[in-house]
């Protein structure tokens, strides 16, 4: 498993959001991304594998960007958010950073998971 998950559930249809592209980026001492991670959420709207196992993190910010709106669109619904970016802090480089997303096509939220 990877050091960083996350998952999504458009709480619109109360159902996994399966499918939706993520990337992972670490910001450097600049606020420079490098992508160090990508996937496509499964059918439960997981994504375990963002960071190789063997990879570890560095402290620092991390960059979640998730295409929504290409997932709204394969549903044929408008949605407001083409994209959703969440940026956390990692303090400790050998901790499990799980990171939600609430989604609906006008609306979402994040939290740090466990």
Known sequence: ???ITTHILDTARGAPAAGV???LHFLDER?????IGAGRTDQDGRL?????????LQRGTYR????VGEYFRQLGLASFYPEVVVSFVVGDPAAHYHV???LSPFGYSTYRGS
């Open 48 to 56: 375990h594998s963002l960071v190789a196992a063997p990879q570890a």
């Open 100 to 102: 939600p997303l609430l």
């Open 21 to 23: 592209s993520v990337v």
């Open 64 to 67: 979640l960007t998730f295409d």
């Open 1 to 3: 498993m990877s050091t």
């Open 31 to 35: 606020g420079s991304p490098r992508e």
